[in-house]
């Protein structure tokens, strides 16, 4: 994040030097008078460029900041407003009286009269008159300059606009990063939170099962601590990185299904269907996690038989889980507990944006999730 911070600043300078070097440039290149030398075409745009770049500075330092990025933009409006009224004011008087001062205006003729070549000889058809059809005068045919305060009035208004929208555009980059960053730790708490939602009553649950297999059956009471041992593990080291692979998720998840099954008698028909082959791929840790728990937590019935299926499918490039429970009468989707289902829509979307469909139908008596994501 610091790194692509980096990139904006920098990609903002270049972009800001870029723009007045071609404001310093283009017209010394594109000048239409190459009799004048180069320096005074220089000259005329630094009394154009000078002011600007204090508009510039101003509305960048201070007017932005100060009333735009604060709400004020009806007073960041009026301000930027007399600023360019006043600097254009400014430059129109300043060339008005480098214009009117007789001793200056004088020398500076003079000086241009001893730089022109010599006059050229007459003409043959010099004394001859003039065809009426003739095109008029050189001089005449030019058309006269802009002013210099006229074209000051444009290039304000062209600067102010471009820095203006070029501070407000990375302001709104760099509040959609920040809150990304925001949205991205929080799902980072929301799996801490899955994981200590998890681990307690869960792990209680199913101690006390063990307990009570120690006495029954032996070998299944050290078959059961086996797995939970790996899903403590599991959860302890493995949920800590961005990604796990796609074999790790599942004996997880089969894990969990098995000792669930431990605490529930035969009238809840429990099936896992896990292919047989598993795709050597990655994908976020507990992401089917809080479907599945759900499903045990709000599709069982002690007293009433009733059934969860849960089907796992790899394509080429996409995971599918699939899970059907019973549902009980006053079982809802609001119901549902843990992270939730909107938590986990976040999640996802954070996680794949479009690329991938969770579809939940909430029928009369059974509830079924199905979520497709890539792998």
Do not use: C
């Amino acid at each position: 994040m610091k790194t692509y911070g980096k990139i904006i600043k920098y990609s903002e300078i270049i972009l800001v030097v870029f723009v007045w070097l071609v404001l310093m440039i283009t017209p010394v290149l594109f000048r239409d008078d190459y009799t004048n030398p180069v320096w005074r075409s220089i000259n005329n745009q630094l009394e154009i460029l000078i002011p600007l770049s204090v508009l510039f500075l101003v509305n960048r330092f201070l007017l932005v900041p100060a009333l735009l990025f604060r709400g004020k933009w009806q007073l960041y409006i009026l301000a930027v407003f007399f600023a360019i009224i006043a600097l254009a004011s400014g430059s129109y008087i300043y060339d008005t009286a480098i214009k009117k001062n007789p001793p200056l205006r004088k020398a500076m003729v003079e000086k241009e009269i001893r730089r022109m070549p010599p006059p050229a000889r007459n003409s043959p058809d010099e004394g001859r008159d003039r065809d009426p059809f003739d095109p008029p005068d050189r001089q005449q045919r030019q058309p006269r300059p802009m002013p210099p305060f006229a074209n000051f009035l444009i290039l304000s208004v062209l600067i102010v606009g471009f820095d203006t929208g070029l501070r407000s555009g990375l302001r709104w980059i760099e509040s959609e990063n920040e809150k990304e960053r925001l949205e991205k730790e929080n799902v980072a708490n929301q799996l801490v939170l899955l994981r200590s939602q998890i681990s307690p009553h869960f792990f209680m649950n199913t101690l006390n099962n063990i307990h009570s297999l120690v006495d029954i059956n032996t070998e299944e009471a050290k078959e059961a601590i086996i797995k939970l041992s790996k899903m403590m593990r599991y959860l302890l080291y493995e949920t800590e990185a961005e990604k796990t692979t796609v074999k790790k998720e599942v004996e997880f998840i089969e894990s969990y299904v098995n000792l669930m099954r431990l605490r529930f008698n035969e009238k809840v028909k429990i099936n896992l269907n896990i292919p047989d082959i598993i795709p050597d791929k990655s994908l976020p840790p507990l992401i089917f996690t809080s479907l599945i728990e759900n499903a045990f937590k709000h599709g069982i019935s002690y007293k009433t038989e009733s059934f969860i299926n849960i089907d796992l499918v790899f394509g080429d490039d996409r995971m599918l889980l699939v899970i059907k429970n019973s549902k009980q009468k006053a079982e809802r989707v609001d119901d549902f507990s843990g992270i939730g289902i909107e938590n986990t829509r976040k999640r996802l979307k954070l996680l794949y944006g479009n690329d991938y469909h969770l579809d939940i139908i909430d029928g009369n008596n059974v509830f079924t999730v199905n979520l497709s994501i890539p792998i």
